[in-house]
Structure formats: C-alpha cells, structure tokens
C-alpha cells in the first residue's frame, strides 16, 4: 500500500517524502514541474538512499491520473500540488483557480472512483484573512483576502461537502503558517523561481550576494518594532506534522483541520538579526512601504495539533535561519538548471527512481 504525494518535487512535498521515506512508508510522487524541479526529485533519492516510483503527471490530466491509480495501490493521498504566491494570483486569478480548485476536484474525483478516501490537503493560515485576535485557532474567522488564500478556502469547503456526502472519507486540512528553512543536508530547500516574493529566501539571496538588500514592507505596524510579525516554522517540523495527520487520518473518518505553526511569532527586523547571527552575514535592507494586502501580525496556537495529532513543532529560529543558509550556500542558483533524470520521462508513464 503506497501513498501518493502530489507535489512531491516542490519545497514543502520534497521535505515531507524524504520523512516519509525515512519512516519507512512507501511513496508514489507526482510532480508536473510546473512550479518545482526534477532535481528535487534526484536529491530525496539521494537524501534517503531508498527508491520510490515517480509519475511527471499534471492533475488536470484525468486520463493519466485514473492509469496511475489503476496501476498502483494507493492507501492515502498527501495533496500538494498547486500554485502558491499570493502576487501572482492577484495577477492571475484564473490560472489561480484553475490550477488549485480543478486540479483538486479532478483528484478528489479520481480518488473516490478508486475508493481512496484517506487525504491530508495542505492548506494555508492566509485563509484568516485580518485576524481579529491572537494566537489564531482552527476557531478564528476565514476571510481571504486574494484569490489564492480563496482558492484553499474554496477547496477545504469542498472537503467539508465531500465528507458530508460519503462519509467514509478520512480528511486532514492543514493550515501552514510561515514554512522557512531546509532539510540539514543542504540538498533540498526553497528554490522560487525569480526574485523570492518570501521573506527568507529573499534574506538568504541577499547575503549570498545574489540580491542587493532587503526590502522591508512598513515599519508602521503595532509591533514593538513596526515591522510585521509572523509564525516561521522549520519545514522539517512541518512535514512531520503530515505524517502525524496521516497516521490520524488512517484511523478515523472525518474532517479535521490544524494549525501548524510554532506559537512564536517574530518580526521581519527579529528575522534579519537572527539570520545575520546564524549566518555571519550581513543582511542591508531599507524601509520601504507596506505591502498590500499583508496582515500586521500573524502567529498560531497550535494547541489542537498537539492534542489532536500529537505534534508540536520542536525548530527553533536559530536553526531554521542556520538550516535555510547552508542549504543557500550549497545551492547558490537553487537546483541545478541542467538537469536531467536517469531516463527521458513520458506523460503518464511512471518510473522507477533508484535502484531496482
Ligand atoms: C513575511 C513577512 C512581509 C518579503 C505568504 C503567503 C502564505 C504562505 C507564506 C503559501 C511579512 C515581510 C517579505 C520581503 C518583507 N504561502 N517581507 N520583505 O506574506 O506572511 O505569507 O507566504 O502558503 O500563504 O501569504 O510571507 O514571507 O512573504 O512575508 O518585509 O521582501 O516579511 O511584509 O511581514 P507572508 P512572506
């Protein structure tokens, strides 16, 4: 029986097999490098020394997802897949709502016509919109505020109607608040294609020289030091996290969503000092204006995730900025460019990568 990770090739999917694997579970992963690269998938390999069938599938393609769960045993479904800058999705709103709300249907369709219906969906704390009050629980009021905090609204509504109607299923949401950091290889990490619109990796190009300095948007906001605070956690805590939900989700039926996040929040200026001390870098910024659409401040209570799946987050920022720096350091353009996998890869056709 295998799991099946869409997304598998992206920052948080990459992290989650290699704990996965680790864990000894079997995976089937499925990227279409939309937003993600195959030498991600190489680096799991490389990472965890054991083998996994890969499937360089798009979810929009039906035809190609049904074969794949024809030709595999899938017991649960860790979804991933999907787009995920809040900017481009002002920009783009219909590749927004195409790529993530159609793609998931077309999974959740195929999954129920195979009688799969274990899923852990990865979900977003920007579905809070303005929090009115701190720590945010799972209880806070939803409000999204772009088209892709909508779109994970929209989708973990989906689920909720999903459950209501068959009520086999077994559904995990998961709401990340500020993934940062990378696995303490240094072989896999946050790679965004073109200037990071995220605070760390925009931090760690800088004080590898790749950027000027850093723009830090407002100083102006009710926070001991103007700038805003958020919730960074480590992406390794997260991707354990999924694993703790997946174990829940194999046991009972039902809709549950979670919080992962570390219950600390820090300030934009917190984040620079501790990264500069992690690193021995200096990171310049200047002040510039406020970002629209960003909140002032926003840090969970992860309470229920620690009594409902008996995770807490254990990374402390110190480590995330020292894990973040030296997967940057090794991989100064991210993953290598010139990549290539053992074998051409065809559409819908998975294969084996590693050993037989
Ligand atoms: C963090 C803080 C910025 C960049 C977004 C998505 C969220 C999730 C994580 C997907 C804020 C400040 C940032 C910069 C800065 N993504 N900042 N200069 O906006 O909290 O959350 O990414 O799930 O859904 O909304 O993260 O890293 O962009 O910003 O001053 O160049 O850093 O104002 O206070 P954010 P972020």
Redesign the pocket.
Known sequence: MAVLITGGAGYIGSHTCVELLNANYEIIVLDNFSNSKPEAIKRIKEITGRSFTFYPIDLLDEDSLDKMFRENDIEAVIHFAGL???GESIDFPLTYYSTNIISTLTLCTIMQRHHVKNLVF?????VYGTPETFPISEKNPLGAL?P??RT?LMIEEMLKDLYQSDQDWSISILR?????GAHDSGLIGEDPNGN????????TQVAIGKLNE?????DQ?PTADG????DYIHVVDLALGHLKALEKTALSSGVEVYNLGTGKGY??LE?VKAFEKASGKQVP?KI?S??P????I?YANPDKAKVGLGWIAKKQIDEMCEDAWRWQKKNPNGYSKNYNLDRPYLTGEGFFVGNK
Do not use: E, Q
């Not at 990340?176 to 940062?180: G, I, M, T």
């Not at 990071?196 to 925009?202: A, G």
């Not at 850093?214 to 407002?218: A, K, N």
């Open positions: 995920k800058a809040v990865s979900s977003s704390a920007t772009n892709y905090g994970k990340y608040f500020n993934p940062v990071p619109n995220n605070l760390m990796p925009y931090i850093l723009s830090v948007f407002g906001y700038t805003g605070i958020r300030s934009v984040m910024f510039v406020p970002r659409g960003d909140v002032a926003c």
